[in-house]
């Protein structure tokens, strides 16, 4: 079997990107809470490559390792995990933010993503080989105004991507962290649930990135040779310059 991808929030986006591009040169594990569209992308892409789909939602610690617990045997030496799922729910400043989102974002974007790389490091550590790939934001790199709880997810991403090095470095296991600016997906239209304007407006007047720009930085990192670790990357859109820097022409 091919090496064997492990790829969280698959169903759209950027995850749905990433599998997409690994898919000849990878067996994938796909995953998402949306078993329909897992369904649908596995068999378009098992005409490429072997597919197992697993649905749970990552800030369940109990349904992460289930999940996990249900691979066939084969599918369980994870070479590569890519930890792509999360979310971001609402603007508001501190004073008026709503726990729901703060708890939707926290658990979502930090803790899924450590419970998922608790269940699936040990396996690379014992076998002294793997690459953790986490999908951050330039949330996690500059803090800005109305972002609060978000950001403060996303900078805890960025430093467990750090101590993450760290502690997997005697084993050869390679941690990069992705950082991207403004990306056209899904994810403005949760944010600012279902409203279409707002959504709109965060791209209006600039060419954002696509969901396969930061899946090409992906396929890059996880091919280079064993003793390169493109080990922390930003990317920005060409008209973006930080956070809250963007050329609009329009």
């Known amino acids: 079997m091919k090496k064997i991808v492990f790829v969280t929030g698959a169903t759209s986006g950027i995850g749905e990107a990433i599998a997409r591009i690994l898919a000849p040169s990878h067996a994938l594990v796909i995953c998402g809470r949306r078993v329909d569209r897992l369904e649908k992308?596995?068999?378009?892409?098992?005409?490429?490559?072997?597919?197992?789909?697993?649905?749970?939602?990552?800030?369940?610690?109990?349904?992460v390792n289930a999940a996990l617990d249900s691979l066939p045997s084969e599918w369980k030496n994870i070479e590569v995990l890519v930890n792509n799922a999360g979310n971001a729910h609402g603007?508001?400043?501190i004073h008026e933010g709503d726990l729901a989102d703060w708890d939707a974002m926290i658990d979502g974007n930090l803790k899924g993503l450590l419970y998922v790389t608790r269940a699936i490091s040990p396996g690379m550590v014992e076998r002294k080989s793997g690459d953790i790939i986490n999908v951050g934001s330039i949330a996690g790199k500059e803090v800005y105004p109305d972002g609060n709880v978000y950001c403060a997810s996303k900078f805890g991403v960025d430093a467990a991507t750090n101590g993450m090095r760290m502690d997997l470095n005697p084993y050869g296991i390679r941690v990069?962290?992705?950082h991207p600016g403004l990306v056209e997906t899904e994810f403005s239209m949760v944010r600012f649930k279902g409203d279409?304007?707002?959504?709109?407006?965060?791209?209006?007047?600039?060419?954002?990135?696509?969901?396969?720009?930061?899946?090409?930085?992906?396929?890059?990192?996880?091919?280079?040779?064993?003793?390169v670790t493109i080990a922390d990357m930003t990317i920005f859109p060409t008209a973006q310059a930080s956070s809250t820097i963007v050329n609009r022409q329009s």
Request: glycine residues 4%.
């Open 41 to 63: 992308l596995a068999a378009e892409l098992s005409a490429q490559t072997d597919v197992q789909t697993l649905s749970f939602d990552v800030s369940d610690a109990d349904a």
């Open 91 to 93: 603007r508001a400043p």
């Open 176 to 178: 990069v962290g992705i």
């Open 196 to 227: 279409e304007d707002k959504s709109e407006g965060v791209y209006k007047g600039m060419t954002p990135l696509y969901a396969e720009d930061i899946a090409e930085t992906v396929k890059f990192v996880v091919e280079r040779p064993p003793h």
